[in-house]
């Protein structure tokens, strides 16, 4: 039986790289996980006991720093797959200095770069500023391919986690039981993502020469949902009805226009994406085009 791949992931502690690292080590692939050599402060106590947390599940930690290349280099050259879950401001330009040190190493098999989301070659329609991310992640697949570096790029559109258990309502944790804002007519429909599927979805991918330098899109057909349709579903399991009011794209614009907080502005730009403006038509339109270059696993369950 030809041993499985050696797995480091980048950003094992954030959000969406805790469910990689716990799928790479279920699926008994040998899981690194990149840590930094500082010296421990006590803000990142919360790091720290989630590092030690995937220690004892059986991850092998890294020392490795952005500050230190040669680090880097050492860190890659002892696996054979690199998934990166970077996140933040500075993603883009991490993940250049990644790319670098993964070509100056030269024996990874695969990268996987951090994108996980809506597949950003297809999102030339997204509003400023949320298209920010968008361009960050095009200037990383830039920066892999004229490398020269093997790849996978992941599209698992919108995380459950961000969008269901609140009924996309933006700034809330849990679906009220009583009302809920329709972003314009609720109508539009996006693609649903449990993080334990994107997690052990992503890590079956590694080994499969049928995703190598391909975008593997992620679209269980019952997880193709709109607004109002998660709507009626919290309905059936509360035995109520909400109170429904709606907010117009323009209104919603405007929100954006007003929000002090850059970062925010940008998570606004990227939820209008998805909740009023036709994504998915454009998706499947652009896809069509680009079929020979995707692979598309539908067998998820529901989440």
């Given at each position: 039986m030809?041993e499985?791949?050696?797995?480091?992931?980048v950003?094992?502690?954030?959000?969406?790289?805790?469910?990689?690292?716990?799928?790479?080590?279920?699926a008994?692939?040998?899981?690194?996980?990149?840590c930094?050599?500082?010296?421990?402060?006590?803000?990142?106590?919360a790091?720290v006991?989630?590092?030690?947390?995937?220690?004892?599940?059986?991850?092998?930690l890294?020392?490795?720093?952005?500050?230190d290349?040669?680090?880097?280099?050492?860190?890659?050259?002892?696996v054979?797959?690199?998934?990166?879950?970077?996140?933040?401001?500075?993603?883009?330009?991490?993940?250049?200095?990644?790319?670098?040190?993964?070509?100056?190493?030269?024996?990874?098999?695969?990268?996987?770069?951090?994108?996980?989301?809506?597949d950003?070659?297809?999102?030339?329609?997204?509003?400023?500023?949320?298209?920010?991310?968008?361009?960050?992640?095009?200037?990383?697949?830039k920066?892999?391919?004229?490398?020269?570096?093997?790849?996978?790029y992941?599209?698992?559109?919108?995380?459950?986690?961000?969008f269901i258990?609140?009924?996309?309502?933006?700034?809330?944790?849990?679906?009220?039981?009583?009302?809920?804002l329709?972003?314009?007519?609720?109508?539009?429909?996006?693609?649903?993502?449990?993080?334990?599927?994107i997690g052990?979805?992503?890590?079956?991918t590694i080994?499969?020469?049928?995703?190598?330098?391909?975008?593997?899109?992620f679209?269980?057909?019952?997880?193709?949902?709109?607004?109002?349709e998660?709507?009626?579903?919290?309905?059936?399991l509360?035995?109520?009805?909400l109170?429904?009011?709606?907010?117009?794209?323009?209104?919603?614009?405007n929100?954006i226009?007003?929000?002090k907080?850059?970062f925010?502005?940008?998570?606004?730009?990227?939820?209008i994406?998805f909740?009023?403006?036709?994504?998915l038509?454009?998706?499947?339109l652009?896809?069509?085009?680009?079929?020979?270059?995707?692979?598309?696993?539908?067998?998820?369950?529901?989440v």
């Amino acid at each position: 039986m030809e041993e499985k791949s050696k797995v480091l992931i980048v950003g094992a502690t954030g959000y969406i790289g805790q469910y990689l690292a716990r799928a790479s080590l279920a699926a008994g692939h040998r899981t690194y996980v990149l840590c930094r050599p500082d010296k421990l402060r006590p803000e990142q106590m919360a790091k720290v006991q989630k590092l030690l947390q995937l220690k004892a599940g059986g991850a092998f930690l890294l020392e490795g720093s952005f500050d230190d290349f040669e680090s880097l280099v050492s860190a890659v050259r002892q696996v054979d797959v690199v998934i990166s879950a970077l996140n933040g401001p500075d993603m883009a330009s991490l993940q250049i200095t990644l790319v670098q040190a993964i070509k100056e190493a030269g024996n990874i098999k695969r990268f996987y770069p951090s994108e996980f989301g809506t597949d950003p070659s297809l999102m030339g329609h997204a509003l400023a500023p949320g298209n920010v991310a968008f361009v960050e992640k095009m200037k990383v697949r830039k920066a892999i391919e004229e490398a020269r570096i093997p790849f996978t790029y992941i599209s698992a559109n919108c995380y459950g986690g961000y969008f269901i258990g609140n009924l996309c309502q933006l700034g809330k944790l849990f679906p009220s039981k009583d009302s809920v804002l329709l972003y314009g007519d609720g109508n539009v429909k996006a693609i649903f993502l449990d993080e334990n599927d994107i997690g052990t979805y992503t890590i079956k991918t590694i080994d499969d020469p049928r995703t190598l330098n391909k975008t593997v899109y992620f679209r269980p057909k019952e997880n193709i949902l709109s607004q109002r349709e998660l709507v009626q579903e919290w309905e059936k399991l509360i035995g109520k009805e909400l109170e429904k009011t709606s907010i117009s794209e323009q209104d919603f614009l405007n929100s954006i226009s007003a929000e002090k907080d850059y970062f925010v502005q940008i998570g606004r730009g990227i939820s209008i994406t998805f909740s009023m403006k036709a994504a998915l038509q454009t998706l499947r339109l652009e896809m069509e085009q680009k079929k020979r270059l995707c692979f598309i696993l539908t067998l998820i369950t529901r989440v």
